[in-house]
């Protein structure tokens, strides 16, 4: 399931906004307020349909206030969230103000959920029913307050099993806790220990672990074993040599390595049946996906996403100008064609078609297109900021020699 289109009306600041999502990246960029969160949120309100129609899951709908767009002292009669599949099912959720006739008459006809509760149920509920094989479409959203993790103390509750509609638990919270990851990952590593003692074999492994692992092995190559220890009970890894607590690493490990362990492990969850559980067909929202990385990481953060888990559709929000030159690094390998350069930088980049990207400029919850259709590259203005400051240092240094030249001058 990837998404093709989003239309917003009197959504919150935004009066109406459509827009064409990337088959494998989005990415929005602009300053604070500018619209790039309402976005996320809104794509996640739509998603949240989904979630509800299936069994033992709930999706998140609006806010009792707030989503409703004001202008002055006044609220518009509705906001609506709409989406379209590519595959072309098309489906809406509208809010009304109140229940007034005049609301009423102002509010435009809806799509309703029927064309995605049908597809839900051709694809998921019918499948399931009649115990047979299907693939569970995953969806996920990552806000800002990822960097918080919550890992458990004790063991205190812990559920003794796991259905794969789990891995849609919370999923569009943006609050995730990795609390549910930790939880899972525990529980894995116990049933693959007896898996191991019953067999005799340490080479004995679980499919789903194994995805985890994987991920967490392309993504950050310095990073090994992965593991839950008792006592005290804690995630442990190994980095550089050294067995560390997770919460003992840097904001920025903590930030990233958290995602990629909560998106893994919701993979291997929702579709264990998956020679390669990574894979599987999924929708991602990731707010400021930059947040508290290095530079160096910015630099390659998509590709590794890109890579491990190649088949999800990545929807971004960024105000990194690192991000976005990676990008166009990516779509330029693209344009250089399979044949090896002699590069080896070069050649290690992951290609990017244009036609897989898309990337927006949002300004009052407006957006312009920043990828530039006869090139097929991203706009360079949007460094506009970053490039401020390099013509406010330029200037100084021109002030510099200006007043060298001049003491010169009067000797």
Known sequence: MHLDRLRLENFRACEQLEIELGRRLTVLLGNNGSGKTSVLDGIAIGLGAALTHLPSVSGITFRKTGDIRQQGNALAPYTRVAL???????????????KSKATIAATPKATGLKELEAYLDGTV???????????????????????????????????????????????????????????WFYNKENEESRLQKERRSFDVTLKELDAVRSAIRQVFPDISNPHIEANPLRLAVTLNGETLDLMQLS?????????????????????PHLSNPLSAEA?????????????????????DLLRTFSNTQFILTTH???????????????????????????????????DDVR????????KHSLVDEE??????????????INVLYDRMRDIEWNRM??????V
């Open 84 to 98: 379209t599949l590519r595959s072309g099912v098309k489906w809406d959720r509208i809010q009304r103000r109140d």
């Open 125 to 183: 509920i019918d499948p399931l029913n009649a115990e047979e094989q299907y693939d569970l479409p995953l969806v996920a959203y990552y806000g800002v307050s990822r960097a918080v993790l919550q890992v458990p103390l004790r063991r205190k509750g812990f559920p003794k099993s796991h259905t794969r509609m789990e891995a849609l638990e919370n999923a569009l919270e943006a609050h995730s806790s990795f609390k549910s990851a930790f939880i």
């Open 251 to 271: 904001d920025g490990y903590k930030t990233l390595l958290g995602l990629v362990i909560d998106l893994s492990m919701r993979m291997g969850l929702a579709n």
């Open 283 to 303: 929708v991602v929202m990731i707010d400021e996906v930059d947040l508290h990385l290095h530079p160096s990481w910015q630099r390659r953060v998509l590709a």
């Open 320 to 354: 990194s100008p690192f991000i976005v030159e990676a990008l166009n690094n990516h779509l330029k390998r693209h344009q250089l064609g399979e044949p090896a350069t002699g590069d080896q930088e070069i050649d290690h980049l992951m290609p990017l078609s244009s």
């Open 359 to 366: 990337a927006y400029l949002m300004e009052s919850s407006a």
């Open 375 to 388: 090139t097929g590259l991203v706009d360079d203005t949007l460094l506009m900021h970053f490039n401020d």
């Open 405 to 410: 030249d001049d003491q010169h001058r009067s």
